[in-house]
């Protein structure tokens, strides 16, 4: 343990998703190294990430306005809605160049174990979007792995009733992987031959 | 096969060894505590990329130490594969085949196979249907490494899954409904999971009954002849008929599931699956457990793991063969029987603490085995 201030630094940085311990320990003591001049870029990089960005109020993306650069596109296709785990799986499909529809970020998969229900995901939201808007096809590209899949499934039992054509990337994604490692080339390959799930 | 070259570092007790090692008989000999069995069960982790003795990594690094590395050379024929492996307790561990990061470390498996026979085999026989579970998976794995997989989602789908029961059962009401909505789902793939390791399990348990059958014969003349029940938790236990294809047992486990759901959601777990299926041991019509003597007792496990030896070698190559001090354990005639049965394996790795205990025929090149050192001598 250390005194005070470091510790805290220690601590906060250790809440970091892969950050254990002794990463932690030696990010805070290379921040303690740091010009003063590097730190505070770094605090106010921080700072105003909270204060500027936000989520899209359309799919949940992240964005410095109201709507996402995808939702406010007028050339982007609203016939068609890929839904993702996260923002970051938007960058990688967006990456490809080759999608031009809309998106639904869920902001997670579904995981009991992190008690992570339905309910704590943007699945209403996807059903207002659904029965407003001209939407013909649903792409589920939720990560290639036990979540993933479970969210998908789910997803396509609930809308179902609605008659859409509800499709799921082809395999070929790592399995077990996230949506956000897969090359473009990859990734392509999956979103051509995405095929419809029927249940 | 066999293994040319063993290399540890901070692997239990064992700061840094290198042991080459030679085809036929290598027995490694020292007083208890010194080190014997860590070095087969680095052999055996190689293979199965787990310790037969502990179900976790952590004890598997040296105290006081970060991780642990494993490094061994594996010669089939001509050819010479080099796997290592690092330890990680509580973070990803890493493996490289011939110098090449592998994506996971499940993709080494089927590189090396071992059988090893371990003091603990009793419990096989005795002990709780979760070490006959993890035999017959083990030997799964072992053949077809894609069961590796199988096995890992289906764990991975019964963690979720009792998590999801138990905060249903837990009843925060409003919880409750959204919880509900998703079982079926889970359902859904802990039913496609489970049938086709169960359909696995089945598929080894028929190719095993006339192995054990055979071995258990040459190893005594009391007793016997033993002979292998799967139980399925899924099928009621008076069930004339159970299906073996994967396709039908999805089915068996859905209704299974449907059955069970009340039950499951009052105690908050999983009652159905292939992890409460056991392997029923019998001698005749006796339940072994129950009924076997000692003696029987280990011929039978002794038998389970020569059939699986058996098994292995007839998919094309002799699986490197581990005895780990399980001499002591037996009388003369049984020493002697085993020995003739195993001595002409390609690679035999044999550890006692007393040379005396193991058969002439078994004696091979010998190591001496000394606080925390290996010496050939
Ligand atoms: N993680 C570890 N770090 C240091 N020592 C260990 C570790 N795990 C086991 N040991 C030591 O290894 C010894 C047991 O070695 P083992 O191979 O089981 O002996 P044997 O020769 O009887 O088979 C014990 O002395 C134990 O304290
Ligand atoms: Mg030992
Ligand atoms: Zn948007």
Same mark, same amino acid.
């Given at each position: 343990?250390?005194?005070?201030?470091?510790?805290?630094?220690?601590?906060?940085?250790?809440?970091?998703?892969?950050?254990?311990?002794?990463?932690?320990?030696?990010?805070?003591?290379?921040?303690?190294?740091?010009?003063?001049?590097?730190?505070?870029?770094?605090?106010?990089?921080?700072?105003?990430?909270?204060?500027?960005?936000?989520?899209?109020?359309?799919?949940?993306?992240?964005?410095?306005?109201?709507?996402?650069?995808?939702?406010?596109?007028?050339?982007?296709?609203?016939?068609?809605?890929?839904?993702?785990?996260?923002?970051?799986?938007?960058?990688?499909?967006?990456?490809?160049?080759?999608?031009?529809?809309?998106?639904?970020?869920?902001?997670?998969?579904?995981?009991?174990?992190?008690?992570?229900?339905?309910?704590?995901?943007?699945?209403?939201?996807?059903?207002?979007?659904?029965?407003?808007?001209?939407?013909?096809?649903?792409?589920?590209?939720?990560?290639?792995?036990?979540?993933?899949?479970?969210?998908?499934?789910?997803?396509?039992?609930?809308?179902?009733?609605?008659?859409?054509?509800?499709?799921?990337?082809?395999?070929?994604?790592?399995?077990?992987?996230?949506?956000?490692?897969?090359?473009?080339?990859?990734?392509?390959?999956?979103?051509?031959?995405?095929?419809?799930?029927?249940? | 096969?066999?293994?040319?070259?063993?290399?540890?570092?901070?692997?239990?007790?064992?700061?840094?060894?290198?042991?080459?090692?030679?085809?036929?008989?290598?027995?490694?000999?020292?007083?208890?505590?010194?080190?014997?069995?860590?070095?087969?069960?680095?052999?055996?982790?190689?293979?199965?990329?787990?310790?037969?003795?502990?179900?976790?990594?952590?004890?598997?690094?040296?105290?006081?130490?970060?991780?642990?590395?494993?490094?061994?050379?594996?010669?089939?024929?001509?050819?010479?594969?080099?796997?290592? $492996?690092?330890?990680?307790?509580?973070?990803?561990?890493?493996?490289?085949?011939?110098?090449?990061?592998?994506?996971?470390?499940?993709?080494?498996?089927?590189?090396?196979?071992?059988?090893?026979?371990?003091?603990?085999?009793?419990?096989?026989?005795?002990?709780?249907?979760?070490?006959?579970?993890?035999?017959?998976?083990?030997?799964?794995?072992?053949?077809?490494?894609?069961?590796?997989?199988?096995?890992?989602?289906?764990?991975?789908?019964?963690?979720?899954?009792?998590?999801?029961?138990?905060?249903?059962?837990?009843?925060?009401?409003?919880?409750?409904?959204?919880?509900?909505?998703?079982?079926?789902?889970?359902?859904?793939?802990?039913?496609?999971?489970?049938?086709?390791?169960?359909?696995?399990?089945?598929?080894?348990?028929?190719?095993?009954?006339?192995?054990?059958?055979?071995?258990?014969?040459?190893?005594?003349?009391?007793?016997?002849?033993?002979?292998?029940?799967?139980?399925?938790?899924?099928?009621?236990?008076?069930?004339?008929?159970?299906?073996?294809?994967?396709?039908?047992?999805?089915?068996?486990?859905?209704?299974?599931?449907?059955?069970?759901?009340?039950?499951?959601?009052?105690?908050?777990?999983?009652?159905?699956?292939?992890?409460?299926?056991?392997?029923?041991?019998?001698?005749?019509?006796?339940?072994?457990?129950?009924?076997?003597?000692?003696?029987?007792?280990?011929?039978?496990?002794?038998?389970?793991?020569?059939?699986?030896?058996?098994?292995?070698?007839?998919?094309?190559?002799?699986?490197?063969?581990?005895?780990?001090?399980?001499?002591?354990?037996?009388?003369?005639?049984?020493?002697?029987?085993?020995?003739?049965?195993?001595?002409?394996?390609?690679?035999?790795?044999?550890?006692?603490?007393?040379?005396?205990?193991?058969?002439?025929? $078994?004696?091979?090149?010998?190591?001496?085995?000394?606080?925390?050192?290996?010496?050939?001598?």
């Amino acid at each position: 343990m250390y005194e005070g201030a470091v510790q805290n630094l220690i601590d906060e940085l250790g809440r970091l998703p892969g950050v254990g311990p002794k990463s932690a320990q030696r990010l805070a003591f290379h921040l303690l190294a740091a010009e003063t001049a590097d730190v505070k870029r770094l605090v106010s990089a921080l700072t105003e990430v909270k204060e500027r960005v936000r989520f899209c109020a359309v799919c949940g993306n992240v964005s410095e306005e109201n709507e996402c650069r995808v939702c406010r596109d007028p050339k982007r296709d609203s016939a068609v809605i890929c839904v993702v785990e996260e923002s970051k799986d938007v960058v990688a499909i967006e990456r490809m160049r080759e999608f031009r529809g809309r998106y639904h970020v869920l902001g997670g998969a579904i995981s009991p174990i992190e008690g992570v229900g339905p309910d704590d995901l943007r699945i209403k939201e996807l059903m207002t979007r659904l029965s407003n808007d001209e939407v013909t096809e649903l792409i589920l590209a939720t990560d290639p792995n036990l979540e993933g899949e479970a969210t998908a499934t789910y997803l396509a039992r609930l809308v179902k009733p609605l008659g859409l054509k509800v499709t799921r990337l082809a395999s070929g994604l790592p399995v077990g992987g996230d949506l956000e490692y897969a090359d473009e080339v990859t990734l392509g390959r999956a979103f051509e031959g995405r095929r419809s799930l029927e249940f | 096969m066999y293994v040319s070259h063993l290399q540890l570092a901070d692997y239990r007790s064992y700061p840094q060894v290198h042991l080459e090692l030679e085809p036929g008989i290598s027995t490694f000999v020292g007083a208890n505590g010194q080190g014997k069995t860590n070095l087969v069960e680095a052999i055996g982790y190689v293979a199965s990329l787990g310790s037969h003795r502990v179900a976790n990594d952590a004890p598997l690094v040296r105290k006081g130490a970060e991780r642990a590395i494993i490094r061994a050379a594996v010669v089939k024929g001509d050819r010479q594969a080099v796997i290592e $492996l690092e330890i990680n307790p509580g973070k990803a561990n890493r493996a490289r085949l011939n110098r090449a990061p592998a994506t996971r470390p499940r993709e080494v498996l089927g590189v090396l196979r071992t059988v090893l026979f371990a003091p603990e085999d009793l419990s096989l026989v005795k002990g709780d249907p979760g070490e006959r579970r993890r035999f017959l998976d083990d030997l799964l794995v072992a053949r077809s490494p894609r069961f590796a997989g199988v096995r890992s989602d289906y764990e991975r789908v019964l963690k979720q899954r009792n998590a999801l029961l138990k905060s249903a059962s837990a009843g925060l009401a409003k919880r409750r409904d959204a919880d509900l909505s998703t079982l079926d789902v889970w359902d859904e793939h802990l039913a496609e999971a489970g049938a086709e390791l169960i359909a696995g399990r089945l598929a080894l348990v028929a190719e095993l009954q006339p192995l054990v059958a055979k071995s258990y014969a040459e190893l005594t003349s009391v007793g016997g002849p033993p002979v292998l029940q799967y139980r399925c938790s899924a099928v009621p236990d008076d069930a004339a008929h159970v299906p073996t294809g994967s396709p039908q047992l999805v089915d068996v486990l859905h209704s299974a599931l449907r059955e069970s759901r009340e039950q499951e959601l009052q105690r908050g777990i999983s009652l159905v699956g292939p992890h409460r299926d056991d392997l029923r041991l019998y001698l005749d019509d006796l339940p072994a457990k129950g009924y076997a003597s000692q003696g029987e007792a280990w011929s039978y496990a002794l038998s389970l793991r020569l059939a699986g030896f058996e098994l292995l070698r007839a998919d094309g190559d002799d699986p490197v063969l581990i005895l780990d001090d399980v001499f002591a354990e037996l009388d003369a005639g049984r020493r002697r029987r085993l020995a003739g049965h195993v001595r002409h394996a390609e690679q035999v790795l044999v550890s006692a603490a007393v040379a005396a205990d193991v058969p002439d025929e $078994l004696q091979g090149t010998r190591f001496r085995v000394h606080e925390g050192g290996v010496e050939r001598e």
